[in-house]
């Protein structure tokens, strides 16, 4: 058995990024720059106002003075000549600043009346005035190629005047369950058998971690199919297999797989759940396999197929980030296999993010996995903790898992 992380690493090493395809900017939110976005423009384009009121020359705007109102300037329809001496121009916010003006009378600090405006609070030069290029500038680089694209980073780019953008490819990710044993939901279920979960589950873990899934249809326990199925997925970009990845009389995989030039990199890891976990290449597709227990291939999903997905969608090799949390129980000393503890969160009285662990662990309960909002992550040969002590969990609500 590999630990978990030179398992994680050595996926991770063998990905590369999608290719780069143009989307429309509605289109680009949680997709991945394949190139950074650079202004097309400044912002804001000229001086304008940061208030409503008057436009005026701060010399000229001393407590008590009174100006004369030349014109208006609201947004969108500049003011055309030049403030002269004595003069002030309404202006909106976002208005234009007249040539001339180098301060903004606030509307509440001033009594207009008869086309003129009395000064009732002076100006000082450049209050309440947005510099041109005050939030950026043509050619300035706003958004660098590798970054996920937020609702923020989308608005940025149309204020950069970006209609298009140039992102990677979305991942396409092979799904293939095998086993004599399961049917999907709604189907008969086999003297024997049970309802499949895996596909649907790592669908979705697919989706959260935006990539494309492909559902093949289940096969049984016989080299063949499988070897006929995974065939069809040759042009994925990964394909993730559940089911058979053991060494069981009806563990196929490997077998199945190996007849089609499988190479195999490593099988078994020190972790808990999901000891059997496969990877290799299958000509030029990669293969990850996980365990059929369906508590298993995801905890699998969340450690490998998450980060694996990101380095497919252009981001940086990384583990999913963790969070210190203070444990609800005691935790006993781990042994030899990096172990992941399905456990709730609350907030204590001091306001301390507590993860409590089930009191059952047992990798087949999916029901406790669907209600855990953490893994504690307690790695290889970890040291017994009391209760109220810091350890790492991954937060699995924020993921979409």
Same mark, same amino acid.
Request: with cysteine; net charge negative; glycine share 10%.
């Given at each position: 058995?590999?630990?978990?992380?030179?398992?994680?690493?050595?996926?991770?090493?063998?990905?590369?990024? !999608?290719?780069?395809?143009?989307?429309?900017?509605?289109?680009?939110?949680?997709?991945?720059?394949?190139?950074?976005?650079?202004?097309?423009?400044?912002?804001?384009?000229?001086?304008?106002? +940061?208030?409503? @009121?008057?436009?005026? %020359?701060?010399?000229?705007?001393?407590?008590?003075?009174?100006?004369?109102?030349?014109?208006?300037?609201?947004?969108?329809?500049?003011?055309?000549?030049?403030?002269?001496?004595?003069?002030?121009?309404?202006?909106?916010?976002?208005?234009?600043?007249? *040539?001339?003006? /180098?301060?903004?009378?606030?509307?509440? /600090?001033?009594?207009?009346?008869?086309?003129?405006?009395e000064v009732r609070e002076a100006v000082q030069p450049g209050r309440w005035i947005r510099r041109r290029g005050l939030d950026?500038?043509?050619? *300035?680089?706003?958004?660098?190629?590798?970054?996920?694209?937020?609702?923020?980073?989308?608005?940025?780019?149309?204020?950069?005047?970006h209609p298009w953008l140039a992102v990677h490819r979305r991942p396409r990710i092979g799904i293939l369950a095998t086993g004599d044993?399961?049917?999907?939901?709604?189907?008969?279920?086999?003297?024997?058998?049970? $309802?499949?979960?895996?596909?649907?589950?790592?669908?979705?873990?697919?989706?959260?971690?935006?990539?494309?899934?492909?559902?093949?249809?289940?096969?049984?326990?016989?080299?063949?199919?499988?070897?006929?199925?995974?065939?069809?997925?040759?042009?994925?970009?990964?394909?993730?297999?559940?089911?058979?990845?053991?060494?069981?009389?009806?563990?196929?995989?490997?077998?199945?797989?190996?007849?089609?030039?499988?190479?195999?990199?490593?099988?078994?890891?020190?972790?808990?759940? @999901?000891?059997?976990?496969?990877?290799? %290449?299958? @000509?030029?597709?990669?293969?990850?396999?996980?365990?059929?227990?369906?508590?298993? +291939?995801?905890?699998?999903?969340?450690?490998?197929?998450?980060?694996?997905?990101?380095?497919?969608? @252009?981001?940086?090799?990384?583990?999913?980030?963790?969070?210190?949390? %203070?444990?609800?129980?005691?935790?006993?000393?781990?042994?030899?296999?990096? /172990?992941?503890?399905?456990?709730?969160?609350?907030?204590?009285?001091?306001?301390?993010?507590?993860? !409590?662990?089930?009191?059952?662990?047992?990798?087949?309960?999916?029901?406790?996995?669907?209600?855990?909002?953490?893994?504690?992550?307690?790695?290889?040969?970890?040291?017994?903790?009391?209760?109220?002590? *810091? $350890?790492?969990?991954?937060?699995?609500?924020?993921?979409?898992?």
């Amino acid at each position: 058995m590999i630990p978990l992380e030179e398992a994680r690493a050595r996926i991770l090493d063998a990905l590369r990024p !999608t290719a780069a395809e143009t989307v429309a900017l509605a289109e680009g939110w949680n997709r991945v720059l394949a190139q950074p976005v650079v202004a097309r423009l400044t912002q804001p384009p000229a001086d304008v106002s +940061a208030m409503d @009121g008057y436009a005026v %020359r701060a010399a000229d705007a001393v407590l008590g003075a009174t100006l004369a109102v030349a014109g208006a300037a609201p947004a969108g329809h500049p003011y055309a000549g030049q403030l002269a001496p004595g003069q002030a121009v309404r202006i909106f916010t976002g208005g234009f600043v007249p *040539e001339g003006a /180098d301060g903004i009378l606030l509307q509440e /600090d001033a009594e207009a009346r008869d086309g003129a405006v009395e000064v009732r609070e002076a100006v000082q030069p450049g209050r309440w005035i947005r510099r041109r290029g005050l939030d950026f500038s043509s050619g *300035e680089t706003l958004l660098p190629a590798g970054r996920r694209l937020s609702a923020r980073d989308i608005g940025l780019a149309a204020a950069a005047n970006h209609p298009w953008l140039a992102v990677h490819r979305r991942p396409r990710i092979g799904i293939l369950a095998t086993g004599d044993e399961i049917a999907l939901p709604g189907e008969p279920i086999p003297p024997g058998g049970i $309802v499949s979960s895996n596909a649907h589950a790592l669908a979705a873990l697919v989706r959260a971690g935006g990539g494309d899934p492909l559902v093949l249809p289940i096969v049984a326990d016989d080299r063949d199919a499988i070897a006929a199925a995974a065939a069809a997925a040759r042009g994925c970009d990964l394909l993730v297999t559940t089911g058979g990845a053991s060494v069981g009389e009806h563990d196929l995989i490997q077998a199945a797989l190996g007849e089609q030039g499988f190479a195999l990199d490593f099988w078994k890891i020190a972790m808990r759940p @999901g000891k059997p976990l496969i990877w290799g %290449r299958l @000509g030029a597709t990669p293969v990850l396999g996980l365990p059929g227990n369906p508590v298993s +291939a995801l905890v699998c999903g969340v450690q490998f197929l998450l980060p694996a997905l990101a380095v497919l969608s @252009g981001l940086p090799a990384a583990p999913l980030p963790t969070i210190l949390v %203070r444990a609800g129980t005691a935790l006993p000393a781990n042994d030899r296999r990096f /172990d992941h503890l399905r456990a709730t969160l609350h907030l204590d009285s001091a306001g301390h993010t507590v993860a !409590t662990p089930f009191p059952q662990q047992d990798s087949s309960m999916l029901a406790n996995l669907a209600r855990a909002e953490a893994l504690i992550l307690r790695p290889a040969l970890a040291p017994a903790l009391p209760e109220g002590a *810091e $350890v790492p969990a991954i937060p699995l609500g924020q993921y979409g898992i």
